[in-house]
């Protein structure tokens, strides 16, 4: 058998963790003492336990964390461990979707407050955006220092509602930073787009590691286009991924646009 084989045998073992619930679960199916409120919040614990226990692995290996920011390097995994965690409880919650958000920031004309006030200012927004980030997210969602100025987090278990929720709050907590480079009041700004992956869970049984990776890079190019969108509409804003957009006159007038500036 293939180390590949033999890898995947043992992220499928049942802990004493999944093993408990399992045996909760059947309690309460035994007794006729079924509720949609406690099986759902049995189900998130479930969920919550492998996700955090995928990223506490990853927080071990010190090459994965950007030491700039503290936050997560950008890997092509990550949706694939997310997928995992949440295959553990697809026979206990049939014919339900399982949605995952995806949001790209980049902070708006970093490169004019580079050029004019030093590298050393950018670093001072770089880490109270990756703060800000890190103080309004849950323990269980992926956040990540793309590149550059922008930033990535995946939100598991988020649909549109959560993930606006979300994006409110982040927006909240990013303008009330005040800046005063050389005696100079600096605003700084967001753009971001968001977009979502809704799987259902008889799908997810057919997936594969590739097919995840396929749609980790379709989930990246959504929210970058729609963060381009946000860009071309004034910045300092948030859109949602819309595929009845053309995205890509979008891209090709923001370009126009920076160009003349």
Do not use: C
């Amino acid at each position: 058998m293939s180390d590949d084989n033999n890898r995947d045998d043992k992220e499928r073992e049942l802990g004493s963790f999944d093993i408990n619930i399992i045996n909760i679960m059947t309690h309460l199916y035994k007794s006729a003492a079924v509720e949609d409120e406690v099986m759902e919040t049995l189900r998130k614990l479930n969920f919550e336990y492998h996700s955090l226990l995928d990223k506490n692995n990853i927080l071990e290996e010190k090459v994965n964390i950007d030491w700039k920011t503290n936050l997560l390097k950008y890997r092509d995994d990550y949706l694939t461990m997310i997928i995992k965690s949440a295959s553990r409880i697809l026979d206990i919650i049939p014919n339900e979707k399982y949605v995952i958000s995806y949001v790209r920031f980049d902070i708006d004309n970093f490169s004019m407050l580079n050029n004019r006030f030093g590298h050393d200012k950018g670093d001072i927004v770089l880490v109270d955006l990756a703060n800000v980030l890190r103080n309004n997210s849950r323990p269980t969602d992926y956040i990540i220092r793309f590149g550059g100025e922008e930033f990535d987090v995946i939100l598991p278990s988020t649909d549109l509602k959560g993930a606006i929720t979300y994006m409110d709050k982040i927006y909240k907590n990013f303008s009330s930073l005040k800046y005063n480079f050389e005696n100079t009041d600096v605003r700084v700004t967001v753009s971001s787009g968001v977009a979502l992956l809704a799987m259902d869970f008889r799908q997810i049984k057919r997936i594969n590691g590739d097919m995840i990776k396929d749609e980790y890079i379709k989930l990246q190019k959504a929210a970058d286009d729609a963060l381009y969108d946000a860009k071309l509409s004034g910045k300092n804003q948030y859109k949602i991924y819309n595929d009845k957009i053309d995205y890509k006159d979008i891209r090709t007038r923001y370009a126009a646009m920076t160009v003349k500036a």
